[in-house]
């Protein structure tokens, strides 16, 4: 009974999290068990027939899940969210005629898709208006998930999947070394750092890795590219002028601005805050791998990390956290923190070592990374962590879109 | 088999007509459009079949990159024009664990190839760093990169001409010996040195 939807639970839920979102009060980064939370949905009345019928309704039962916002009921118990209509095979593809209806709403969802992608494209799209709608939450089924698949030495190549860990394709066929894929905003680019040449260049994948160019074949080191959120200035580091540094390249002028000057000191791994006001990144100048944030406009850098051995990777959500890798007493641990509120605000979100690179989901509360040579989605809400992929391989540096 | 062969060679043809092709535009928006935005003819399926393979890697992104003085950063790497020498090899030199610090009971290993390169001024020389697998991949690729340059420093200070020594570092993503443990990581973390006639 717990499990079923209360509605005043719900309500509750939803207001606190626009609460969180208010952009008068501070972001708040939510580690909590509310597994209990979610809205009951019926599947019982949507009708399936066919293959891709079948794989429509799996496609989109699994999404509901892993959104985080919904408990799927079993066959024939009634939920206050009910998604009734059929879905049937046509034309190598499915036809479907859907009402979802949950207390005092309901919207209708009639599309034709052909194909096995398209059919699942149309269950995540599905599964996402639903959390819009009735969530009021930002869905994340039609996100991608870019990460390296690390064969050997020297031998590595970029993959992408769907935010269910299905769809997986193979983006690269250089079997050299790969390190670092980054999403740019308008979630069909890819960035990262490729030794195709012999030495370290930066690549852009563009349109889902239909064709690339290298964006920095530069004397010494070319990594780190990250794209601000407007998309007209990608911040990498570089050190032909010296040592690496953090630089902000303007892509409309090929202009460089250089934001840091650690003549005893690397930078690496930049993000950019929501606003693509500040960026946070690494540095060693304190002797150990910490986060540090710039401020673009001023140039001046502050520390943000002071706990533990290792700071690395950090990654800035959309929401306002930033989500980083941590090297504790227990190990690697993931970790985010509020960066408003400093390291003080700090909270682990796993209970055990051996995580590494994370990145946020769109919805500021999934977070991919890897483990033991695989793939896991994290909740900040409490849900269990769930492997992403089940193949045989060294997948690892995973980086969620925005869309 | 012969369809991926197809699609491979479609796929170089237009990459090799995007050369020629200008080099995009800008927008009234102020953004930034590539030529294959133009041309949706040039979206082939990104399936298993087009994946990118090396030879599908040419041209630059962005045509001219200028640090804040106005000067164009230029490439001019040695491993781009250059003949690598053959049967020439020298020792790796070996760091302690996140140091980039050259250990005083290497720095022989390195004075053996300034002496080189002081007898031989037609060779230049690529240092490269490697880390061991531990920390962050990222991380290590900086690490790498400084290790190579305190060699490189080293050469510099010896008399070397500073623009006949480039740095390359590959992180941990190239390790010489596979494995796990402080026996096989020490081997790792290092400095390696590869020759080019000019």
Redesign the interface.
């Known amino acids: 009974m717990l499990k079923m939807l209360s509605v005043t639970s719900f309500v509750c839920l939803v207001v606190m999290s626009a609460l969180f979102c208010d952009a008068s009060n501070p972001p708040v980064i939510t580690v909590r068990k509310s597994g209990a939370n979610k809205a009951a949905v019926s599947l019982t009345a949507l009708k399936a027939d066919g293959v891709y019928g079948r794989l429509f309704v799996q496609t989109l039962q699994n999404d509901l899940k892993l959104s985080g916002w919904f408990e799927v009921l079993p066959s024939g118990r009634s939920g206050s969210i009910t998604v009734q209509g059929v879905v049937t095979d046509a034309g190598g593809g499915v036809q479907s005629n859907l009402r979802v209806t949950w207390p005092g709403k309901a919207f209708n969802w009639a599309r034709n898709s052909a194909g096995r992608q398209e059919v699942r494209n149309q269950a995540h799209k599905l599964a996402d208006e639903m959390v819009r709608l009735i969530a009021g939450e930002v869905g994340i089924a039609s996100t991608k998930i870019v990460f390296v698949n690390?064969r050997?030495?020297?031998n590595?190549?970029i993959y992408m999947c769907d935010a269910d860990g299905g769809s997986m394709?193979?983006?690269?066929?250089?079997n050299?070394?790969a390190?670092?894929p980054r999403w740019a905003p308008n979630g069909r680019d890819i960035f990262y750092?490729?030794?195709?040449?012999?030495?370290?260049t930066i690549?852009?994948?563009?349109?889902?890795?239909?064709?690339?160019?290298?964006?920095?074949?530069?004397?010494?080191?070319n990594?780190?590219a990250a794209v601000s959120p407007d998309?007209?200035r990608i911040a990498l580091?570089l050190?032909?002028?010296?040592?690496?540094e953090l630089y902000i390249?303007e892509?409309?002028?090929?202009?460089?601005?250089?934001m840091t000057k650690t003549a005893h000191g690397?930078?690496?791994?930049p993000c950019w805050s929501p606003d693509g006001r500040s960026i946070v990144y690494?540095s060693?100048v304190s002797r150990?791998?910490n986060l540090y944030l710039v401020d673009v406009a001023s140039r001046q850098s502050r520390r943000l990390t002071f706990r533990n051995t290792?700071n690395?990777?950090p990654d800035w959500s959309a929401k306002g956290g930033i989500v980083y890798?941590t090297?504790g007493g227990g190990g690697w641990q993931i970790a985010v923190m509020d960066p408003a509120r400093g390291e003080s605000s700090m909270t682990y979100v796993t209970k055990d070592g051996g995580y590494?690179?994370p990145s946020w989901a769109a919805n500021g509360r999934h977070i991919v990374c890897n483990r033991a040579s695989t793939l896991y989605i994290l909740d900040t809400m409490g849900d269990p962590s769930v492997r992403l992929i089940n193949i045989a391989g060294n997948w690892?540096?995973p980086d969620w879109s925005e869309r | 088999m012969h369809k991926m062969r197809v699609a491979l060679l479609i796929n170089t043809v237009l990459m090799a007509s995007l050369v020629c092709m200008d080099t995009g535009c800008r927008t009234k928006a102020g953004g930034w459009r590539w030529p294959w935005q133009k041309d949706r003819s040039m979206e082939l399926g990104a399936s298993g079949e087009d994946m990118l393979s090396p030879e599908l890697l040419t041209g630059v992104d962005i045509p001219g990159v200028y640090d804040e003085s106005g000067a164009l950063v230029s490439g001019a790497r040695f491993e781009d024009t250059l003949q690598q020498v053959q049967g020439v090899g020298f020792s790796a030199v070996y760091f302690a664990y996140d140091s980039y610090v050259l250990p005083p009971n290497e720095i022989a290993k390195v004075d053996a190839v300034g002496q080189h390169l002081i007898a031989s001024p037609n060779h230049v020389l690529v240092v490269e760093g490697h880390c061991d697998e531990r920390g962050s991949n990222e991380y290590n690729l900086a690490l790498g990169e400084n290790r190579a340059l305190a060699v490189r420093a080293y050469l510099v200070n010896m008399g070397i001409e500073p623009d006949r020594i480039q740095t390359s570092s590959y992180g941990e993503e190239k390790p010489a010996v596979m494995g796990t443990g402080e026996g096989v990581w020490s081997l790792n973390r290092r400095g390696e040195f590869v020759l080019f006639q000019r």
């Open positions: 690390r050997g030495a020297n590595a190549d394709m193979q983006l690269t066929r250089d050299t070394a390190v670092g750092t490729n030794f195709v040449k012999g030495y370290p690549c852009r994948l563009i349109n889902l890795g239909r064709s690339r160019r290298m964006l920095a074949p530069f004397k010494g080191l990594t780190g998309g007209g580091i050190s032909y002028q010296g040592n690496p390249m892509v409309a002028s090929g202009r460089l601005s250089r690397v930078e690496a791994s690494v060693d150990r791998p290792e690395v990777n890798a090297k590494e690179h690892m540096s």
